[in-house]
């Protein structure tokens, strides 16, 4: 007995030990993102050093669920989710483009068709880009792509184009993430002539569960990233 009253001991010592390292210690943020925000989130944690971050990845049935369900603190998606006590702020929106190899016949036009479109290898990341989603939209403009290639790699993707094997569909930002990463010089990106599909960036959370400060901060920061992302590229 004398022994099991020493262990419980040392037991409680520990947790109390634990509880005051704790203590006044932030809780971490929980974030869910629908695509691959790496560059994104690992830029945060070099400006947000005292934030501790979980990341979750899943598509938008799933980031709402975790809101509705109060999983998560909020989520990083480029659609809105739809649910009862869901709230969304957009925080950037762009145009989807075509990103060909500058050999290709169609990169020395200014822009292109979906008519022109036809019959050429069509690829998407699908961590970037979801194809439901994108077929859905193009559906509403009377169009439904033929995405050969659905990879889940943006270095395979670039690999793909870059060997002119496939016309590539980006949200433009993504676009401007190449360019500032150096990547891509053989290669051009061009507008639909007949309107383009929009892809929207923000953030969405559970209103019974508002922004603390953390994610207040987490906000502010994508808002400000997409912004130096456009000034980083104006020239483009």
């Not at 974030?31 to 690992?42: G, K, N, P, V």
């Not at 009377?142 to 569909?169: K, M």
Request: charged share 25%.
């Amino acid at each position: 007995m004398h022994h099991v009253e020493l262990a419980l001991a040392a037991i409680d010592s520990g947790v109390r030990e634990v509880r005051s390292l704790n203590t006044g210690a932030a809780e971490p943020l929980t974030i869910a993102c629908m695509t691959d925000d790496s560059r994104l989130l690992q830029q945060f944690l070099l400006e947000s050093p005292d934030i501790t971050l979980n990341h979750h990845r899943a598509d938008i049935s799933a980031v709402a669920g975790m809101l509705e369900r109060q999983e998560v603190d909020l989520a990083l998606t480029v659609l809105e989710p739809s649910g009862e006590d869901l709230a969304f702020e957009r925080l950037y929106e762009c145009d989807f483009m075509l990103l060909l190899n500058e050999a290709h016949p169609l990169a020395r036009q200014a822009s292109i068709s979906r008519k022109e479109l036809l019959g050429e290898h069509l690829a998407i990341d699908g961590s970037q880009v979801n194809r439901s989603t994108l077929c859905a939209v193009e559906g509403k403009m009377g169009c439904t792509p033929i995405i050969d290639y659905d990879v889940r790699h943006p270095e395979l993707l670039l690999s793909l184009v870059e060997h002119n094997r496939c016309i590539s569909i980006v949200p433009a930002v993504k676009y401007r993430e190449l360019v500032l990463s150096g990547k891509g010089k053989s290669l051009v990106c061009l507008p639909y002539s007949d309107g383009a599909p929009t892809a929207y960036f923000g953030i969405a959370y559970n209103t019974r569960k508002p922004l603390n400060a953390q994610g207040k901060r987490f906000r502010d920061f994508v808002q400000s990233f997409f912004g130096a992302l456009i000034r980083s590229t104006k020239h483009w």
